[in-house]
C-alpha cells in the first residue's frame, strides 16, 4: 500500500527526478509488434478480419457490425431520467466550455494589400473509440464527441466493442450518449480493430476513412494508434490514468485519500501518487486510503493499483520541491491543496488539468466540471495537451498581397533567394514586374 519515496534532504536533477518518479511499467513498443497483424488483417480483409476479431476478443458472432440510427435513439428509452439529467448537464458544460477553446479567426496587415489571415479549419471526418471492458465509458463518449461538434467537424463515426450480454451491441450506456449528442454512425467494433477501421475505412459496412482518431483505450488501442499515425492524425496513446496530489498538512487527508482511490478504482496500472513536506501528513493519508480502498466496491483493483510501482507517497522538503517532483512527472491530473494553492500553480508547468484546492477533486473533472477529461498521460503532459476543440483544428494561413505589396519586396526576396541558392524563388517574383527597355 503507497510506498515511500523520501526526497527530503535531496535535490535532485531533472535527469534524476525522470528517473525516480513512479511509472506504470507499460510497453507500448512491444504490444504494436502484437496487434500489427490486427491492423494488417482489417487493412486487407476489412468486414471479415473485424469478425473475427469480435469472436476471439468479445466472444461475439453473427451481430451487425454497424448499429441501426433507430436503435440507438431507442436506447434512451432504458436511461434513467437523473443519468439522462446528469449528462445532458455535462453535455451543456462542455460545450460552452469547448466552444471557448475555437480561437477566432484574425488578419495581420503588414501594409496595404498585404495580409495574411489565420484560420483553424476544422477536420473533415472523425473516429471516436470508446472502450468496453471494465467500466462502461458514456463520458468519454461526450468528452470526444462533443468537443468535436464544438469544433465544427461535419462528419463523426463512433466504434465500441460488442457486448456479448448485449446483442452485439456496444454497452447501453454508450448509445445513451451517443443518442443525446446526437451522433446515428456507430459501430460495435473494438480494440485494435476499431482503429485499423477508423483508418483504412469498412466500405461492406458503410464506414468510410476518418481523418483523426481520438478516445480512451488499453495499452493494445494505444498501440494500434502508433502503429497508424501518419495515415491518420491521432489525439495521444493514452495510457492508464493517474493522479499526483500535492498537499500540506493544512489540507484534509480524508479529501486526499478519497481522490487517489477514485482513480485507483479505473484499473489496476492506475496511478495514485500523493507529493507532501509532512510525514505525519502522509500517514494519516495513507491510513485512510487503505480504509476507503478495502471498502469501495472495486475494492481489489483498487487496492492492487495503490500497491503498485506507479503508486507512492514521495516526501520532499517544501512545496517548491513538490512542484518541481510535479513538473518532472507531468501528471495527467493534478490536484494542489495546500494553505497557499495560487503560489504553487505558479511553479507549475506540466499538467493535463489542474484542480484547485480540496472542493475541486480529479473526479468532478472525469463527470461535470465542464472541463475535459481526455488527458495526457505517462509524462506526455509535459510536451502535449488534453483532448479540446483544437485537437480537431488546423491552423491555416491565406496570404493575400496585391501587386504594390509584392513589389515592394522584390528585393529582399531576390536577395534571400540569392543566399540559398534558389534563384527561382526570386524570379518567380521578378516575372511578374518585366522592366521597360529588358
Given at each position: 500500500?503507497?510506498r515511500?519515496?523520501?526526497?527530503?534532504?535531496?535535490?535532485?536533477?531533472?535527469?534524476?527526478?525522470l528517473?525516480?518518479?513512479?511509472r506504470?511499467?507499460?510497453?507500448t513498443?512491444?504490444?504494436v509488434?502484437?496487434?500489427k497483424?490486427?491492423?494488417?488483417?482489417v487493412?486487407?480483409?476489412?468486414?471479415?478480419?473485424?469478425?473475427?476479431?469480435?469472436?476471439?476478443?468479445?466472444?461475439v458472432?453473427?451481430h451487425?457490425?454497424?448499429?441501426?440510427?433507430e436503435?440507438?435513439?431507442?436506447?434512451?428509452?432504458?436511461?434513467?431520467?437523473?443519468v439522462r439529467a446528469?449528462l445532458?448537464r455535462?453535455?451543456e458544460?462542455?460545450?460552452?466550455?469547448?466552444?471557448?477553446?475555437?480561437?477566432?479567426?484574425?488578419?495581420?496587415r503588414?501594409?496595404?494589400?498585404?495580409?495574411?489571415?489565420?484560420r483553424w479549419q476544422?477536420?473533415?471526418?472523425v473516429?471516436?473509440?470508446a472502450?468496453?471492458?471494465?467500466?462502461a465509458?458514456?463520458?468519454s463518449?461526450?468528452?470526444?464527441?462533443?468537443?468535436a461538434?464544438a469544433?465544427g467537424?461535419p462528419?463523426l463515426?463512433?466504434?465500441?466493442?460488442?457486448q456479448?450480454?448485449?446483442g452485439?451491441r456496444?454497452?447501453e450506456?454508450?448509445?445513451?450518449?451517443?443518442?443525446?449528442a446526437?451522433?446515428e454512425?456507430?459501430y460495435?467494433?473494438?480494440?485494435?480493430?476499431?482503429?485499423?477501421?477508423f483508418a483504412?475505412?469498412?466500405?461492406?459496412i458503410?464506414?468510410e476513412?476518418?481523418?483523426?482518431?481520438?478516445?480512451?483505450?488499453?495499452?493494445?488501442?494505444?498501440?494500434?494508434?502508433?502503429?497508424?499515425t501518419?495515415?491518420v492524425?491521432i489525439?495521444?496513446?493514452?495510457?492508464?490514468?493517474?493522479i499526483?496530489?500535492?498537499a500540506?498538512?493544512?489540507?484534509?487527508?480524508d479529501?486526499?485519500a478519497?481522490d487517489?482511490?477514485s482513480?485507483?478504482e479505473?484499473?489496476?496500472?492506475?496511478a495514485?501518487?500523493?507529493v507532501?513536506?509532512?510525514?505525519?501528513?502522509?500517514?494519516?493519508?495513507?491510513?485512510?486510503?487503505?480504509?476507503?480502498?478495502?471498502?469501495?466496491?472495486?475494492?481489489?483493483?483498487?487496492?492492487e493499483?495503490?500497491?503498485?510501482?506507479?503508486?507512492?507517497?514521495?516526501?520532499?522538503?517544501?512545496?517548491?520541491?513538490?512542484?518541481?517532483?510535479?513538473?518532472a512527472?507531468?501528471p495527467e491530473?493534478?490536484?494542489?491543496?495546500?494553505?497557499?494553492d495560487?503560489?504553487?500553480?505558479?511553479?507549475?508547468?506540466?499538467?493535463?488539468a489542474?484542480?484547485?484546492?480540496?472542493?475541486?477533486?480529479?473526479?468532478?473533472g472525469?463527470?461535470?466540471?465542464?472541463s475535459?477529461h481526455?488527458?495526457?498521460?505517462?509524462?506526455?503532459?509535459?510536451f502535449a495537451?488534453?483532448?479540446?476543440a483544437?485537437?480537431?483544428l488546423?491552423?491555416?494561413?491565406?496570404v493575400?498581397?496585391?501587386?504594390?505589396?509584392?513589389?515592394?519586396?522584390e528585393?529582399p526576396q531576390?536577395?534571400?533567394?540569392?543566399?540559398?541558392?534558389?534563384?527561382?524563388?526570386?524570379?518567380?517574383?521578378?516575372?511578374?514586374?518585366?522592366r521597360?527597355?529588358a
Amino acid at each position: 500500500m503507497l510506498r515511500t519515496i523520501d526526497l527530503r534532504g535531496k535535490d535532485p536533477g531533472r535527469s534524476e527526478l525522470l528517473r525516480l518518479v513512479p511509472r506504470a511499467a507499460v510497453d507500448t513498443a512491444a504490444a504494436v509488434e502484437r496487434v500489427k497483424p490486427l491492423v494488417d488483417a482489417v487493412r486487407e480483409r476489412g468486414e471479415a478480419a473485424l469478425r473475427e476479431q469480435a469472436r476471439d476478443f468479445d466472444g461475439v458472432e453473427g451481430h451487425a457490425l454497424r448499429v441501426p440510427a433507430e436503435e440507438i435513439a431507442d436506447s434512451l428509452r432504458s436511461c434513467p431520467p437523473e443519468v439522462r439529467a446528469a449528462l445532458e448537464r455535462l453535455i451543456e458544460r462542455l460545450r460552452e466550455a469547448s466552444a471557448a477553446q475555437v480561437p477566432a479567426e484574425r488578419t495581420t496587415r503588414f501594409a496595404d494589400g498585404a495580409t495574411i489571415v489565420q484560420r483553424w479549419q476544422p477536420v473533415s471526418r472523425v473516429g471516436l473509440y470508446a472502450p468496453g471492458g471494465k467500466a462502461a465509458y458514456p463520458s468519454s463518449v461526450l468528452m470526444n464527441a462533443v468537443s468535436a461538434q464544438a469544433a465544427g467537424v461535419p462528419a463523426l463515426a463512433l466504434a465500441s466493442p460488442a457486448q456479448r450480454d448485449g446483442g452485439g451491441r456496444p454497452h447501453e450506456a454508450v448509445l445513451w450518449a451517443a443518442a443525446l449528442a446526437g451522433l446515428e454512425e456507430v459501430y460495435a467494433i473494438g480494440g485494435a480493430g476499431a482503429i485499423a477501421a477508423f483508418a483504412f475505412g469498412v466500405p461492406s459496412i458503410g464506414l468510410e476513412p476518418v481523418d483523426v482518431v481520438t478516445g480512451p483505450g488499453n495499452v493494445f488501442v494505444a498501440a494500434a494508434k502508433r502503429a497508424v499515425t501518419g495515415l491518420v492524425g491521432i489525439d495521444s496513446e493514452a495510457g492508464t490514468t493517474e493522479i499526483l496530489i500535492i498537499a500540506d498538512d493544512s489540507a484534509d487527508p480524508d479529501f486526499v485519500a478519497a481522490d487517489l482511490v477514485s482513480q485507483a478504482e479505473h484499473d489496476e496500472a492506475a496511478a495514485s501518487v500523493l507529493v507532501t513536506d509532512s510525514a505525519e501528513f502522509a500517514d494519516r493519508v495513507r491510513s485512510r486510503v487503505e480504509q476507503r480502498a478495502s471498502g469501495t466496491r472495486h475494492s481489489a483493483r483498487a487496492l492492487e493499483a495503490l500497491g503498485g510501482p506507479q503508486s507512492a507517497v514521495i516526501l520532499v522538503d517544501d512545496l517548491p520541491a513538490a512542484a518541481r517532483v510535479s513538473d518532472a512527472y507531468g501528471p495527467e491530473h493534478l490536484e494542489i491543496q495546500t494553505r497557499d494553492d495560487e503560489g504553487v500553480l505558479g511553479l507549475i508547468s506540466n499538467a493535463g488539468a489542474i484542480f484547485m484546492g480540496g472542493y475541486s477533486p480529479v473526479s468532478l473533472g472525469d463527470y461535470l466540471a465542464g472541463s475535459n477529461h481526455v488527458l495526457p498521460t505517462g509524462g506526455t503532459a509535459r510536451f502535449a495537451a488534453g483532448l479540446g476543440a483544437h485537437t480537431f483544428l488546423r491552423p491555416q494561413q491565406i496570404v493575400r498581397y496585391d501587386r504594390e505589396a509584392l513589389e515592394a519586396l522584390e528585393a529582399p526576396q531576390l536577395a534571400v533567394a540569392g543566399a540559398e541558392g534558389l534563384p527561382a524563388h526570386g524570379e518567380a517574383v521578378s516575372a511578374r514586374f518585366p522592366r521597360r527597355g529588358a
